[in-house]
């Protein structure tokens, strides 16, 4: 019996702009009566019922954040699946598609969602506080150091990303780090929380969540990564060294009083010094190339099927279910014929731990049409844990349903040979069925090395390898999930397997 937990999750580049429709029902009706157009860039598919202009101005700024980046950070900085931003027109018309926290649509101008088929962003373009592209700039950076969202705590994910949310383009380079006037107003009446508790917010907290205690953590945040990255040459180096120590399993606290040499109170003090001294300076890095190029966009008309299982997909990645099948049911009603409402089901089947609903849907939708990369990697997905005893514990699978999830994980990777839960199990099915182990471990490592990230992969590679007797590098695949960034259920799981093969069980 093998368990697996990390079969994963959802693909395309998307912005889509929406442009009606507050709530379902009628509003949403007028807003397929709206006519949509896809607009493509070299990175980006724009997807808008909007003016064309600010659809162009948003894309280009994207392009030219993007290849600053890549020119200082390299280009496999901002590798990463398809992204998708959701740009609505005012806060109003996209209050229906915020995540819910305590059954509300949270407090949020701009959210950022990463999935490993594609990430997202949301945002509204009008209204107050989007008068400029700081909230695309600031989502777009927590995708850009994806990397170290595993080790950094919640306050440094987001005080870098309004670090990098000032973005602007200057003579031969960028300018990041421009003083935030609403976070120094808001500093200059409120007391700021100690740093023992700003280290301990979560992403469940109140604190991050609630409208009236977001703007302290937010504010102190922001001040707190601009003391650090460019209030005292000092700590500029201590910096790298803080995210290392947090790499290696120190505690938020303990890694930071570390790297910077000073108690959390010492800090604070200094912390209080830079707001009263009044002075903070930005960043200017020079960038070779040329950021202001005219960007070229190809148009072509959305179909209103397209458009709502878009929105489907996107409520369904917040956990709105209930309204993730409404917009798929309306788009079975406006084209029955279209495989993408049966796509959007199997989608919300599999989201429910209903596989064998999934499979039946995902049968029925490629009866329609050609359908995506995801969903025949969920269909793989979904066949595989209709054979499950129980939940994650798998067996030996019989040959016909066996050809279907290899015939399914194929075409998937055929579609997008990057994507790396289709690696993953594609790996983990070879496992499963005790054939190919030197093919099983290059998916996997696949898997790891295009999704460094998702420590599930660890876990599996690390069965394989106590299945072929590897026990000395089982052991080594085991040790980051044993570290106190890990997730609480995995770094178990590692130590259950630890404890099985130190007293010589077989897997």
């Known amino acids: ?83 998708v931003v959701i740009a609505f027109p005012d806060h109003a018309t996209m209050e229906p598609f915020l ?16 999935g490993s088929d594609e990430n997202f962003i949301a945002l509204y373009l009008s209204g107050n506080g989007a008068t400029s592209l700081a909230n695309v700039f600031h989502e777009y950076t927590h995708l850009l150091l994806r990397r170290n969202q595993l080790y950094w705590p919640i306050w440094l994910n987001e005080g870098m990303a309004e670090i990098y949310a000032t973005f602007e383009i200057v003579p031969n380079g960028i300018r990041i780090g421009a003083p935030q006037e609403h976070y120094l107003k808001y500093l200059s009446s409120h007391p700021m929380m100690p740093l023992s508790e700003l280290f301990g917010v979560t992403h469940d907290a ?18 707190l990564a601009h003391y650090l990255m460019l209030g005292e040459p000092i700590n500029r180096p201590r910096f790298s060294d803080l995210t290392v ?44 190339g040329n950021l202001s190029s005219a960007v070229g966009l190809s148009t072509r008309i959305a179909s209103p099927a397209e458009v709502s299982y878009r929105l489907g997909d996107m409520l369904l990645r917040v956990d709105r279910l209930d309204d993730a099948a409404e917009w798929f049911r309306r788009g079975e009603k406006i084209a029955p014929k279209s495989p993408l409402p049966h796509e959007g ?62 015939g399914e994980l194929q075409k998937s990777l ?18 499963v069925q005790g054939e190919n182990a030197p093919l099983a471990e290059q998916h996997l490592q696949a898997a790891i090395e295009l999704e460094p990230e998702n420590q599930a992969y660890l876990f599996s590679l690390a069965q394989l390898q106590w299945r072929a007797h590897k026990l000395d590098a089982a052991r080594r695949t085991l ?15 590692a130590e259950e397997m630890l404890r099985e093969m130190n007293g010589s069980r077989k897997p």
């Open 1 to 83: 019996m093998i368990r697996n937990w990390s079969l994963v999750t959802r693909a395309c580049v998307l912005i889509s702009v929406l442009c009606s429709a507050s709530s379902f029902g009628d509003d949403a009706d007028t807003l397929f009566r709206r006519l949509w157009f896809q607009s493509r860039t070299a990175h980006f598919n724009i997807y808008s019922c909007g003016d064309t202009q600010e659809v162009g101005r948003v894309a280009a700024r994207l392009e030219q954040f993007r290849e600053a980046y890549a020119i200082l950070a390299g280009a496999q900085s901002v590798a990463s699946p398809p992204i």
């Open 99 to 114: 995540p819910l926290y305590h059954g509300k649509p949270s407090n949020l101008a701009a959210f950022f969602h990463r």
């Open 206 to 223: 109140p604190e991050y969540n609630e409208r009236e205690r977001q703007g302290i953590f937010y504010a102190e945040s922001w001040l």
């Open 245 to 288: 120590l947090l790499r290696q399993g120190q505690s938020p606290e303990q890694a930071f009083t570390n790297a910077f040499k000073v108690s959390l109170r010492q800090m604070e003090n200094q912390l209080h010094r830079y707001l009263d001294r009044g002075r903070f300076d930005s960043l200017t890095l020079a960038v070779k």
């Open 345 to 406: 089901f199997g989608l919300l089947a599999e989201e429910k731990s209903e596989p064998a609903e999934a499979v039946s849907e995902f049968a029925r939708a490629a009866s329609l049409g050609p359908i995506g990369f995801l969903s025949h990697y969920t269909w793989a997905k979904a066949l595989l844990e209709t054979t499950a005893k129980k939940a994650d514990s798998y067996t030996k699978v019989q040959p016909g349903i066996a050809a279907e999830i290899s």
């Open 414 to 431: 055929a579609l997008m040979p990057s994507f790396a839960p289709a690696h993953e199990l594609f790996g983990f099915f070879l496992m």
């Open 479 to 493: 040790e980051p999930l044993r570290l106190s960034y890990a997730s609480p259920k995995l770094r178990a799981h």
